[in-house]
């Protein structure tokens, strides 16, 4: 059975730091590429950042460099998501994602887990 636990999450005042852990269980984390979603309120979900399935190659969009960052532990089956300088803006339900597109031949069939996400409020 697939699991993305995802935790770390909670109330952090406006500049604070969190760090964000998912773990995952049920199928070979170690080739999946993965990510971190989030949901604002109201709004539409949005990439925060990718990792690739052994870890050597980050990214981000444009908006989330700079105070954002992913790692992985393969060894331990986990993603990060380090967090700082947090806005209110920032106010979302954050999500972990796995993906990875199996390949055979002509054949090809992607595989996309979701976790069930974590609240992360920035407020004073």
């Known amino acids: 059975q697939v699991q993305l636990v995802e935790s770390g999450g909670g109330l952090v005042q406006p500049g604070g730091s969190l760090r964000l852990s998912c773990a995952a269980s049920?199928?070979?984390?170690?080739?999946?590429?993965m990510s971190w979603y989030r949901q604002p309120p109201g709004k539409e979900r949005e990439l925060v950042a990718g990792i690739t399935s052994a870890g050597g190659s980050t990214n981000y969009p444009d908006s989330m460099k700079g105070r954002f960052t992913i790692s992985r532990d393969n060894a331990k089956n986990t993603v990060y998501l380090q967090m700082n300088s947090l806005k209110p803006e920032d106010t979302a339900v954050y999500y972990c994602n796995a993906r990875r597109t199996y390949y055979s031949g002509s054949y090809s069939r992607e595989y996309d887990y979701w976790g069930q996400g974590t609240q992360v409020t920035v407020s004073s």
């Open positions: 049920g199928f070979t984390f170690s080739i999946y590429a």
